[in-house]
């Protein structure tokens, strides 16, 4: 079954640095996602992208934050300058269909510790 | 925008007895609530989904119900197995981005 892959699957950095996740969408689909959830807290939408370009984007999703697909298969997101409130567990999605017809399927996440 | 509010926050059922979470929404517009299962170390993953003109969905031994009035949206688990316990998510959404409640972690005890 297509899966969307993330990695890493952990990641630890210093505060002030940069960090990249990245996300394989499964390869038929063309709306792509990041979520982000805090541990034990809920599952938080960051920005959705379509057609090399952002749709949508959330009040987290400040100037510290960047969506680019820099190949026809990677999906990444680049945070400039970590801060401790950036630990969270990020979670890329991907679905063939804009809006309400599509199911939405996540990857496994990428843990990110900020030191 | 969105806003979508969950409970309990945790269940303990027996085995074999039914499950029930239950959730409301603020934005009327919303016209897609989808319910998520989450397991240890992993990603969400869609379970059932309803869309607001149905007010009832089953599959197997999940259902969900929806009263768009009183925007109040539930899951039910009947005859519970052990690998039901996960953390589960309702969602609500009207366009692209789905907005999650916070989560109800289902504990099937033997």
């Known amino acids: 079954e297509p899966e969307v892959t993330q990695t890493p699957s952990h990641q630890v950095t210093q505060m002030g640095q940069e960090v990249i996740l990245r996300c394989v969408p499964i390869s038929n689909h063309l709306y792509f996602y990041w979520y982000r959830q805090i541990l034990g807290q809920k599952v938080e939408f960051l920005v959705s992208f379509y057609n090399n370009e952002i749709s949508e984007k959330s009040e987290i999703f400040d100037d510290q934050f960047s969506v680019e697909r820099p190949d026809g298969s990677n999906f990444t997101l680049k945070i400039r300058s970590t801060k401790l409130e950036d630990s969270a567990m990020y979670f890329c999605a991907s679905r063939e269909l804009a809006g309400i017809t599509g199911e939405l399927f996540f990857g496994e996440g990428s843990r990110l510790t900020v030191l | 925008g969105e806003n979508v509010e969950q409970h309990p926050s945790t269940l303990s059922v027996q085995e074999g007895d039914s499950a029930v979470i239950k959730c409301t929404y603020s934005?009327?517009?919303?016209?897609?609530f989808p319910w998520y299962k989450q397991e240890l170390g992993k990603g969400p993953q869609l379970i059932i989904d309803i869309r607001s003109n149905v007010g009832e969905k089953k599959d197997q031994r999940i259902a969900v119900t929806l009263n768009k009035t009183a925007k109040h949206f539930s899951l039910h688990i009947t005859e519970t197995q052990p690998e039901d316990s996960a953390v589960y998510f309702c969602?609500?959404?009207?366009?692209?981005?789905?907005?999650f409640g916070k989560g109800t972690r289902l504990h099937i005890l033997p």
């Open positions: 969602a609500a959404s009207r366009d692209d981005k789905i907005i």
């Open positions: 934005d009327s517009a919303s016209n897609y």
